[in-house]
Antibody, heavy 123, light 107 residues
Framework: QVHLVESGGGVVQPGRSLRLSCAAS????????MHWVRQAPGKGLEWVAV????????YYADSVRGRFTISRDISKNTLFLQMNSLTAEDTAVYYCAKDPWRNSRRLDAFDYWGQGTLVTVSA | DIQMTQSPSSLSASVGDRVTITCRAS??????LNWYQHQPGKAPNLLIY???SLQSGVPSRFSGSGSGTDFTLTISSLQPEDFASYYC?????????FGQGTKVEIK
């Protein structure tokens, strides 16, 4: 059974940094791309970033490029999102999600999601 | 970026009703369209991929259709556990974008 558990959210001041983690289990973590998707309060879903199964490719939404970094630790079956220079517009529930395609660079859908972790950027 | 527009934004329906949600893309996306269900406080759930393929484990009352710019998600007979928000997402070109969502509420 696929299981994704996010952690690391909290309240942070504007301009500061935060690192989110996503612990994965129940599937071959090394074989699948992984995404971060967020949902601001009262808003819809927004794709944030993706990393390929082997970590060689990463892509970002324009709204976070240059500030956020997605990475993965295969030895720990964990996905990360390093978030720098945070602003109020980054306040959201952050979900990690698994890509459906094994050993693929399609990286275009989300078949399993975690429950999310809330990030609040406020002074 | 490809803009995805869903309609309606919300709807009220009764158990047993047939429900249809539409999604329109700002440019042609072939069949690169996925549908998700999201219940408050829970993880979102992939329902349909490639416009009409049912994700494993998803009840057959859910179906998707469409190609090009216009797509439809249909729930043939609404069940109590189907009251949720539904989102379409294009997988044609990055950045991946979602519709604004359709909230299905109990009538």
């Amino acid at each position: 059974q696929v299981h994704l558990v996010e952690s690391g959210g909290g309240v942070v001041q504007p301009g500061r940094s935060l690192r989110l983690s996503c612990a994965a289990s129940g599937f071959s973590f090394i074989s699948y791309g992984m995404h971060w998707v967020r949902q601001a309060p009262g808003k819809g879903l927004e794709w944030v970033a993706v990393i390929s199964y082997d970590g060689s490719d990463t892509y970002y939404a324009d709204s976070v490029r240059g500030r956020f970094t997605i990475s993965r630790d295969i030895s720990k079956n964990t996905l990360f999102l390093q978030m720098n220079s945070l602003t109020a517009e980054d306040t959201a529930v952050y979900y990690c999600a698994k890509d459906p395609w094994r050993n693929s660079r399609r990286l275009d859908a989300f078949d399993y999601w975690g429950q999310g972790t809330l990030v609040t950027v406020s002074a | 970026d490809i803009q995805m527009t869903q309609s309606p934004s919300s709807l009220s329906a009764s158990v047993g009703d047939r429900v249809t949600i539409t999604c329109r893309a700002s440019q042609t996306i072939s069949n690169y369209l996925n549908w998700y269900q999201h219940q408050p406080g829970k993880a979102p759930n992939l329902l349909i991929y490639a416009a009409s393929s049912l994700q494993s484990g998803v009840p057959s009352r859910f179906s998707g259709s469409g190609s090009g710019t216009d797509f439809t998600l249909t729930i043939s007979s609404l069940q109590p556990e189907d009251f949720a928000s539904y989102y379409c997402q294009q997988s044609y070109s990055m950045p991946w974008t979602f519709g604004q969502g359709t909230k299905v509420e109990i009538k």
